[in-house]
Structures are given as structure tokens and as C-alpha cells.
């Protein structure tokens, strides 16, 4: 089994940034994606950003250029900082951790970008 736990949500304005970590423990493996899926109410879950164990990103178009995902594999750690937030980008953040098997998630982790 693996465990994520997420740190670094909370409220911020408008403009201003945020930093997500996850942490990853457990029966993990280097050959993994990782990264942050968000869900909004009455919306499906949402992939905000991924990274291979290669270093191969990708991203939402509506994030690239404010957001930046990072991993340190001997860590076990996955890292999303975020900056110009917007209003929009409010949601549960999930960390994800994806093996060929099967994916497991984080609790999920509250941002709140007020006007």
C-alpha cells in the first residue's frame, strides 16, 4: 500500500502563491508518475499537472506558465508550486501516485484563492 500525505493548501488572494508538497510512503516505486489532480463541486476531477519518473511534465492548459510540478525521487515527494492564482483555480487539490497496478490518492488538500 502507499500512503500520500499533502501540506501547503490554504486561503491566499488573488495574484498571490502557494506551494504544495506530498509525500509518498509505503510500497512505492521509482517507476511512477506522480502529480495533482483538483476537483471543483459538480465537476470532474481534473488534472492539473504529472510528472514521470523520467522528468517528463505535463500540464492543464488553463495552469501552464503560473504552475511548476517537481519531484524528488528519493524523496518520494512531488511538489506543485503555484503562482498568479486565480479565483478559478479554487478546489481540492489530490495528489496522485501511479503505478501500472493501480493509482492511489491523497486526502486532498483545500485551496481557496479569494477575489
Known amino acids: 500500500q502507499v500512503q500520500l500525505v499533502e501540506s501547503g493548501g490554504g486561503l491566499v488572494q488573488a495574484g498571490g502563491s502557494l506551494r504544495l508538497s506530498c509525500a509518498a510512503s509505503?510500497?512505492?516505486?521509482?517507476?511512477?508518475?506522480m502529480g495533482w489532480y483538483r476537483q471543483v463541486p459538480g465537476k470532474q476531477r481534473e488534472l492539473v499537472a504529472g510528472i514521470s519518473s523520467f522528468g517528463t511534465t505535463n500540464y492543464a492548459d488553463s495552469v501552464k506558465g503560473r504552475f511548476t510540478i517537481s519531484r524528488d525521487i528519493t524523496k518520494n515527494s512531488v511538489y506543485l508550486q503555484m503562482s498568479s492564482l486565480k479565483p478559478e483555480d479554487t478546489a481540492v487539490y489530490y495528489c496522485?501516485?501511479?503505478?501500472?497496478?493501480?493509482?492511489?490518492w491523497g486526502q486532498g488538500t483545500q485551496v481557496t484563492v479569494s477575489s
Open positions: 496522485y501516485h501511479r503505478q501500472v497496478t493501480q493509482t492511489y
Open positions: 509505503g510500497s512505492t516505486f521509482s517507476n511512477s508518475y
